[in-house]
Nanobody, 123 residues
C-alpha cells in the first residue's frame, strides 16, 4: 500500500520558517517526480514546487519562488520543503505527492498524495 505521510506543519508568525517532511512507503520515490501541493480553503490545488527523480531539476510557483526550497533524499524515501519568509497567503493544507508524469506543475498529474499537513501563518 502506497503511503505518503507529511509532518512539520503548524502555526507560525508572518516572516517565520517551517520545514515540512514527507515519508513514503509502498513505493520507491526514486522512480517518481515528487511535488508539494497546497490547497487553501475555497481554492484550487496548486503545485508549489516539484523536483525530478534525481533531484537535478526543481520548479517553483511564482508565489513561492525564492522563499521555498524543495529537496529529496531518495535513500531515505523522503521529500522536504523549507519555507522561509512565510506570509498569511501561504496558509493552506500542504500535501506531498508523487507522479509518473515528469516536469508537471499540474496537480492532476500526481497519482499519490499524502493526507496533508496544515500550515497556518498569522499576521
Amino acid at each position: 500500500q502506497v503511503q505518503l505521510v507529511e509532518s512539520g506543519g503548524g502555526l507560525v508568525q508572518a516572516g517565520g520558517f517551517l520545514r515540512l517532511s514527507c515519508a513514503a512507503s509502498g513505493l520507491t520515490v526514486s522512480s517518481y517526480q515528487l511535488a508539494w501541493i497546497r490547497r487553501a480553503p475555497g481554492q484550487d490545488r496548486v503545485v508549489v514546487g516539484y523536483i525530478s527523480r534525481g533531484g537535478g531539476v526543481t520548479w517553483y510557483a511564482d508565489s513561492v519562488r525564492g522563499r521555498f526550497t524543495i529537496s529529496r533524499d531518495n535513500a531515505k524515501n523522503a521529500l522536504y520543503l523549507q519555507m522561509y519568509s512565510l506570509n498569511p497567503e501561504d496558509t493552506a493544507v500542504y500535501y506531498c505527492a508523487a507522479g509518473r508524469r515528469f516536469y508537471s506543475s499540474n496537480a492532476g498529474d500526481y497519482e499519490y498524495w499524502g493526507q496533508g499537513t496544515q500550515v497556518t501563518v498569522s499576521s
